[in-house]
């Protein structure tokens, strides 16, 4: 089996550079598209909005994403508390 791909890599011996040519191509052209696409689709909607969406769903995980804002609403309540405990004397 190896000798008969061995045979077949002699018979065209500029199917590798121009596969390896073609595969970096591909490789580039994946590379320079743009990786933020919500900025094209002209989305309105915050992350904290999106969140809450999800949130209120009936999407598998859904509670997840609640239990994580409530403990994103915490903290930063925590450290609103802790900035204003450092400001005033």
Known sequence: MAA???AQWRAFPTA???MLTALGCAIGL???SSGDRSASRG???TARQRDSLIGASKLPGA????SAN???DSAAA???REAAAATDP
């Open 70 to 72: 409530r403990l994103a």
């Open 43 to 45: 989305d309105t909607l």
């Open 78 to 80: 925590r450290r609103a």
């Open 30 to 32: 994946l590379g320079c």
């Open 63 to 66: 509670s997840g994403v609640n």
């Open 16 to 18: 590798r550079p121009l």
């Open 4 to 6: 008969v791909r061995k």
